[in-house]
């Protein structure tokens, strides 16, 4: 797949359902070695594969880390809470994590961020949460299914014809991100131990079921994405 580098000349948030701020973070290399050595003793499992009746973790090998903040790291995600309240003055960055992959990690199964609710469907863009990757390592991969947005709009329906074709957006350090929770989407995979930084930026009046996703089907058409199956995953 082509890897595509954007730059942000114009919102296409609602559009495609993604947009990517190009060196919006400064990522001290101090806080990014303190983060990634304590992953290395405390991250845990998270799903990565999916098939019907599996453990949803897959090969085991991506995992995520919580409570980052400390003495060393805190200026940092003070840092990136302000740019990001200047993005989404209305939403609320939540849940950061760290995501670790480690060496010869599979691609993830597609899925979205938040799962579908008759209040999430009927949201309107502004109103829409969000979710965030920041990369604090050369080579962040991501794989998108642009436009893949909007379906939610019937929640109870779990088929779902989304005409888009994926791509592969690669991320160099500093760039942001900026997605909607309900862009279909999947962590790329990892040849080599990888760490990226994660967010929700949750609108305050839209619940969201933490450590939930919804997963879609691995089932792929020759034009997109074919099923979606609206059950959370861990």
Known sequence: MPKTRIVNTESTLHTLGYEVHRKLAAVPQHAIEDLRARARQR??????????????????????????RNKVTKPFFAQLDASLKSLAPSHQARAWVLVHSEAGCAEQTPHADYQPTRQLAQASDAEMPLAVLVAVMP?????????????????????????????TLELGV??????????????????AEHVRLHCFLDNPAIRRTANKTCHVDAQLEPDGLHRLDPFGLN
């Open 43 to 68: 991250s845990s499992v998270i799903f990565n594969t999916y098939a019907a009746g599996d453990s949803h973790v897959g090969d085991g090998r991506r995992k995520q880390m919580y409570s980052l």
């Open 139 to 167: 080579q962040t991969r991501l794989e998108i299914w642009p436009r893949s947005i909007g379906w939610m709009a019937s929640p109870e329906q779990p088929l779902c014809a989304l005409r888009a074709a994926k791509q």
């Open 174 to 191: 500093g760039d942001v991100l900026l997605f909607r929770g309900d862009l279909v989407h999947a962590s790329s995979a990892d040849a």
